[in-house]
């Protein structure tokens, strides 16, 4: 999961930096990392749904959301 979690975070960054690219050029670059996003997004939303509640609890903790 840290490896997803990892290679997420890795295509915000290429995501954010992807702003300061020429229109067109931008545009087929979103093309190609949004669904690599959603797809990992999903991936751990899926993980999370499975999570007993009291590992959901510790987890938001740990991501402040709690």
Known sequence: MNDLI????????LNAISFCLEPNT?????????PMIE?????????EKEIPSHIEELNNKLKGVA
Do not use: H, V
Request: charged share 35%; hydrophobic share 35%; no cysteine.
């Open 6 to 13: 990892n290679d997420l975070n890795k295509l915000y960054e």
């Open 26 to 34: 931008f545009q087929d670059f979103q093309n190609i990392i949004s």
């Open 39 to 47: 797809e990992k997004e999903e991936i751990i939303k899926s993980f």
